[in-house]
């Protein structure tokens, strides 16, 4: 086969070894082009595509020609275009040269000012992201008073029946950004010590030492505000109390110890910084047939055959329950009363700067108890569903003081997750996530803690703080009117050729790309998702499309952005997605970096977008 030479792109000519020669057109444009992409085609010829570089679209070339003069952008220019058009209002000049100053390395730098190349390079780059990067909410209310990325099972490498237990799911969690650890804390075999692991599962167990090292070192990799470390606590006092001095002995001078246990409010972010806090409330009373009957059942499911793992498997997603015993019956572990504190050991006793609460006397009682000491409290997530509907305006005063924790019910075993604004929508602080899994509901929750510079705590709207009659309590189910029309213009996207291999998407041709778009929030402004065109065979396509989203709540809206390779014949293949928080989004044009299932943001690929509210 020999490949004739074509001066006019999308031309193609291929000799076939009969000496026929066989010619066709491809759709692509006649644009410039930076390389060529060869794809084989029934193993006799290729096929042949220019990649072509995204001509800027027109109306940014207008913009350029509006705050530019002789076709160079000087500083001063570049500002007024950053506050007149971005709305930066408190851009300053030295903002502006700091982005001359990140384009001198560019051969399309221009000592004078920008040509129109060098600015479109800004307006792509790390220095016009759509989000703010630093924190900018105010720190100083009370820890209730903010949303806090919490984890579930932090030390679950995978599902939740059997994977391993390890500090690495840890370390990946606080990098990026997660405030709130999970460790389940059992006797091992021998009685003689303390390891983590999902009780009653074949999850193999993690000495809590190196759980507890994980965090000491890298606690505050990603954010300098505290760390809460939530212990699920199946210990007798002899263990507690070689936890108390392990805790102690491992944070030394970072263990925050309260001054009292009667809190009436918890302190704030600022004044806990670079702090860990512990939170628990002490075991049930501690029983050996209890125990053995808990290590036991775990000691049978791993020298249980296959058949019967699977039995067991079965009955976990049958009940959601997260401990199993021995007959199967269900350990409801947040409803069941556990000890009194004072039975624990002092020294863990004197760990705790969170006390959680009991569900004794069932929900009402709790909501409605004496409210002088600040305390946490536990809820699975169908037990906040069924509770919204008879107690969501108490659940919401509640969370006005006190911190309400949700956790996955037992029936996700492979770590899925569920809706967290639910739990946002009633004031809950700690919606626990299974971090190591991946899907929309862990796209939502990373996009919704990108707010705040990422440090883990997103102050709560005013209005789930409000604490007036019971008609002003919040309720995220009312019919709530319209506050503002977000509106949002897809220009174009570029670096997917430089992130995926050249057949990621297709063997025989370039990706068809094409993106949906939706809002999370609560049920007033999430409905259907707006989709745009196929741009067809294309690293770098073109959409130049408007969608309009009304929004009721934007205080507790997600923007969700995901992009396809559109594939006729089969599933449609993934190519990035983000979510990004409604009421920190900047207006103006956007560069939008993309991210990856697990939600690890690509190098290079990125949308370029407009955000306008009305």
């Known amino acids: 086969m020999e490949l004739l030479p074509q001066t006019r792109l999308g031309m193609y000519t291929f000799q076939l070894p009969s000496g026929e020669c066989l010619s066709t057109n491809s759709h692509l444009e006649e644009t410039p082009f930076f390389d060529i992409d060869a794809f084989q085609i029934c193993f006799l010829f290729k096929r042949i595509f220019k990649l072509r570089v995204a001509e800027p679209p027109e109306e940014i070339e207008q913009l350029f020609d509006q705050f530019s003069e002789n076709g160079t952008m000087s500083v001063d220019n570049l500002l007024k275009f950053m506050i007149y058009y971005q709305k930066e209002e408190t851009a300053k000049k030295e903002d502006a040269q700091e982005i001359f100053n990140s384009l001198r390395h560019l051969n399309i730098f221009q000592r004078k000012g920008l040509h129109f190349d060098a600015f479109f390079r800004y307006l792509y780059g790390d220095h016009n992201l759509p989000i703010p990067n630093k924190v900018h909410h105010d720190m100083d209310f009370p820890l209730a008073h903010y949303f806090l990325y919490t984890g579930h099972n932090s030390y679950l490498t ?46 193999a167990p993690v000495d809590l030492n190196k759980c507890l090292h994980a965090i000491r070192d890298h606690a505050f990799d990603a954010s300098e505000y505290p760390v809460v470390i939530t212990f699920e606590d199946h210990l007798p006092p002899n263990l507690q109390d070689k936890v108390a001095k392990m805790v102690a002995k491992t944070f030394g001078t970072m263990l925050y110890r309260p001054e009292s246990e009667n809190l009436e409010e918890f302190p704030s972010p600022n004044s806990l ?27 049978m499911l791993k020298t249980s055959s296959k058949k019967e793992v699977a039995q067991t498997e079965r009955l976990y997603s049958r009940t959601g329950s997260d401990t199993i015993d021995e007959q199967g019956q269900v350990d409801e572990g947040e409803l069941i009363e556990e000890e009194d504190e004072e039975n624990a050991v002092p020294e863990y006793r004197n760990l705790i700067a969170i006390h959680a609460t009991k569900l004794k006397d069932g929900l009402a009682k709790v909501l409605g108890s004496d409210q002088s000491k600040a305390k946490r409290l536990s809820m699975s997530e169908q037990q ?16 006005q003081r006190n911190l309400l924790r949700i956790y996955p019910k037992g029936t996700r075993i492979l770590s899925t997750n569920y809706d967290p604004h639910v739990g946002w929508g009633h004031g809950a602080q700690m919606v ?26 997103v102050k709560k709207p005013e209005f789930l703080l409000k604490n007036g009659l019971q008609s002003d309590v919040f309720d995220p189910n009312e019919p709530w009117h319209v506050q503002t029309h977000l509106k949002v213009k897809i ?60 929004l009721a709540v934007p205080e507790l809206a997600v923007l969700r952005i995901e992009v396809f390779d559109y594939d ?17 989004l900047k207006s103006g044009i956007r560069a939008v970096p993309l991210h990856d299932e697990k939600g690890d943001q690509y190098r290079h690929t990125r949308l370029l977008m407009r955000f306008q509210f009305d």
Not at 445 to 451: L, N, S, V, W
Not at 498 to 521: E, H, M, N, V, Y
């Open 432 to 457: 626990a996530f299974n971090m190591q899994g991946t899907g929309k509901y862990l796209w939502i929750m990373q996009g919704m803690f990108r707010a705040n510079g990422g440090c883990g705590y």
């Open 158 to 203: 995978g599902n939740q029946l059997s994977s391993d237990s390890s500090s690495k799911p840890i370390i990946k969690a606080l990098r990026r950004g997660v405030r709130v650890i999970e460790l389940d804390l059992w006797p091992n075999s021998e009685k003689n010590d303390v390891e983590v692991c999902h009780g009653g599962t074949l999850t």
């Open 491 to 550: 220009y174009q996207g570029e670096g997917w050729h430089l992130d995926f291999g050249r057949t990621a998407f297709d063997q025989c041709s370039p990706p068809d790309f094409f993106i949906k778009l939706g809002i999370a929030g609560v049920p007033a402004d999430t409905y259907r998702r707006e989709k745009s065109r196929v741009v067809v065979d294309q690293w770098a396509p073109v959409w130049n499309e408007e969608f309009t989203f009304p």
């Open 384 to 399: 906040l569903e069924n509770a919204i509907y008879i107690h969501g305006s108490e659940i919401v005063r509640f969370t």
């Open 273 to 299: 910084k670079r702090k860990i806090l512990i939170s628990t409330k002490p075991p049930k009373e501690y029983l050996q047939t209890q125990d053995s009957k808990g290590k036991g059942n775990a000691q």
């Open 568 to 584: 006729q014949a089969k599933t449609n293949d993934f190519a990035g997605q983000t979510c990004l928080p409604v009421s920190e």
